[in-house]
């Protein structure tokens, strides 16, 4: 199937790693150009140069209010254009509501909230019909995690913004979707199974909730985020997908 990514210019914030990097990477193998950022120049160079040269890296930080205009610009300098954005943030700290600090609900808020506003409000302004802001949330949008407490004060609200968004810019022809991934086996899932007494059985038990009954794949959840980028999507917009195994309980 054609996803008519060919040439089409999309930023991936968060992208030297895990859920952003494989977005990136399915991007880019079907076509698309793409700024993936993480806040380290060396290992954005990297990420970037592992992706090949339809990739270039650049160093910001979400919670920067100068990092939209910034990413937009190195867009159109570099290839050219601006499609579209996936914003996608590292997890905030784990713990209950006892453990995460004012500090901790700051810092989080900074990046994980108001970074993802102000960088799809830019591009909103930027993009035309067909373009895409999309949104890496979590399954926390629809139910609770246990020991993620900020993590599920902050991805619903995300996910009534993009809704939102999408009402808004639907009359321009401008989609806006998020993706929900759950158990998917990067290195913060990994550490979060590792904050249990024995890592292995929390993993198994995980699994044992899951339908499909195991953990899903970067790639997997990269093939989902580049398709709804993609203008093979073109009629999905104010959705949330979730990238899960069948995990969620309702529909």
């Known amino acids: 199937m054609d996803l008519g990514l060919k040439d089409r210019v999309y930023v991936v914030t968060g992208a030297t790693r895990g859920l952003g990097h494989a977005s990136a990477r399915e991007l880019v193998a079907d ?6 950022t993480g806040r380290d120049e060396k ?53 209950f509501v006892a453990d995460n600090t004012d500090e901790q609900w700051q810092s989080a808020f900074e990046s994980v909230f108001l970074g993802a506003v102000r960088l799809a409000r830019a591009a909103a302004a930027e993009l035309g ?8 949330l979590s399954a926390s949008v629809h139910e609770p ?4 407490t900020i993590s599920n004060g902050l991805r619903p609200g995300l996910a009534g913004f993009a809704k939102s968004l999408s009402d808004e810019l639907g009359p321009r022809g401008i989609r806006v979707v998020g993706v929900l991934p759950a158990r998917i086996d990067t290195d913060r899932v990994r550490e979060l ?15 044992a909730r899951i339908p499909l009954r195991r953990y899903g794949t970067p790639e997997e959840f990269g093939r989902t985020a580049a398709f709804l980028l993609s203008p093979a999507a073109s009629y999905l917009t104010g959705i949330m ?4 195994g069948g995990a969620r309980h309702g529909f």
């Open 193 to 207: 199974d590792g904050y249990a007494p024995d890592p292995e059985a929390a993993r198994a038990a995980n699994e």
């Open 129 to 136: 019909e067909g373009g895409v802001i999309g949104f890496v």
């Open 31 to 36: 076509g698309a150009k793409v700024i993936i």
């Open 241 to 244: 997908v979730p990238v899960d």
């Open 145 to 148: 995690l246990p020991g993620l």
């Open 43 to 95: 290992t954005a160079a990297e990420a970037a140069t592992a992706l090949g040269p339809n990739a270039h890296g650049v160093a910001v930080n979400n919670s920067d209010p100068t990092a939209p205009e910034r990413l937009i610009a190195a867009a159109r300098e570099r290839f050219g254009g601006f499609d579209g954005i996936l914003v996608s943030v590292g997890g905030p700290p784990p713990g």
